[in-house]
């Protein structure tokens, strides 16, 4: 599985969007990106996940740049139960089962 | 739907002790994963079963074994206990070959060792 950076720790307002960066710059072209969070003593949460066109559900938005060597988890109107730590994944899909979850970003939403 | 299912929430063991700790997959899933969480390793992955075969590993010595029953059902064993071996063990599971399904974890294992 490709290796991912994220920035450790990021703050929000309340209300405003929240942009979460990864890099993979190392990804293959039949891994995809998934994205988890956890909040604090709960199991992971998926949010969403993507291979190479920009994706949108009811939680989130995925914005994949063309190169794959990136993307941005984009919570449109964060809220304070939005407050936990956001990991981005790369894998290949019929690897599933074995996910390399990194530190993740800490993301704290401020009212 | 009901969720994944981990049995028991809390647990304390005395070092040399061995676990047992059970997970029931979302109805359907036959996909189950198995991770360690601890402070300083953070998430690491432990096996994963399909079909009652362990399909992957992770780096963990053998004390660390598991298995899957035909209806999904699997238990995670740890024999010997460490104190090293406190963490919050979590579950998860998943459709297998669906591209459009992330993993779905159940709450967790706490498991203390003194």
């Known amino acids: 599985d490709a290796k991912t950076t994220q920035p450790p720790s990021m703050d929000c307002a309340e209300g405003r969007a929240a942009n979460l960066p990864c890099n993979h710059s190392?990804?293959?072209?039949?891994?995809?990106v998934y994205w988890y969070r956890q909040i604090h003593s709960q199991g992971p949460q998926y949010i969403i996940h993507g291979l190479k066109n920009n994706e949108t559900n009811e939680m989130a938005s995925l914005i994949i740049t063309e190169d794959r060597k990136s993307s941005t988890l984009i919570l449109p109107h964060a809220t304070l139960r939005d407050t936990a730590v956001y990991y981005c994944?790369?894998?290949?899909?019929?690897?599933?089962?074995?996910?390399?979850f990194g530190d993740g970003t800490t993301l704290t939403v401020k009212p | 739907k009901a969720g994944v299912t981990q049995t028991p929430r809390y647990l304390i063991k005395t070092r040399g002790q061995q676990v047992t700790l059970s997970c029931s997959p979302i109805?359907?899933?036959?996909?189950v994963s198995w991770y360690q969480q601890t402070p300083g390793q953070g998430l690491q992955f432990l096996f994963e079963?399909?079909?009652?075969?362990?399909?992957n590993k992770g780096n963990f010595p053998g004390r660390f074994s598991g298995r899957q029953f035909s209806n999904s059902r699997s238990e995670m064993n740890v024999s010997t206990l460490e104190l090293g071996d406190s963490a919050l063990y979590l579950c998860?599971?998943?459709?297998?070959?669906?591209?459009?399904?992330?993993?779905?974890f159940g709450s967790g294992t706490r498991l203390t060792v003194v």
């Open positions: 998860a599971s998943s459709l297998q070959g669906e591209p459009n399904y992330g993993y779905t």
């Open positions: 994944i790369v894998r290949v899909n019929t690897n599933a089962g074995k996910s390399t």
């Open positions: 109805s359907g899933h036959r996909s």
């Open positions: 079963y399909f079909s009652e075969t362990q399909r």
């Open positions: 190392t990804i293959s072209g039949n891994e995809y």
